[in-house]
């Protein structure tokens, strides 16, 4: 399979953990270290991902509010065995861009890093 659209397959786990609140599924694309950092309405973000798949799992997902499903990827840049991309995943009530680094670990591509904001919706 070739690296992007090995890396879509990846983002598409890691949508459809995010949207229905699916811990397992979304501990298969990240790596056990990786860890994720934002700025959020004035305050730092900084959580391994244990901490991050206890919050997961303690909200309610989109999929049980039922609110549409509305993420996507917005750009894969690959160099060898690393790779960033970008996403957009509205839900929640926030609308985040994510900053993902994948590095292909292991044989296959896991997500190492995040990096999000809440960012304002146009209109």
Known sequence: MDDHRAIAAV?????????????????????????????????????GLDAYLDGVAQRASP????????????????THDIAMARVHVPALGFNYVNYLSLVRWEGRWVIVNKVFADVPTEG
């Not at 949207?19 to 056990?32: E, K, M, N, Q, W």
């Not at 999929?63 to 690959?78: H, K, Q, T």
Request: no cysteine.
């Open 63 to 78: 999929a049980s509010l039922g609110e549409p499903y509305r993420m996507r990827v917005l750009a894969i840049d690959v």
């Open 11 to 47: 983002l598409g786990d890691y949508f459809k953990g995010l949207y229905a609140g699916d811990t397992a599924l979304l501990r298969t694309v990240f790596h056990p270290a990786a860890a994720l950092f934002a700025e959020l309405g004035g305050r730092s973000y900084h959580k």
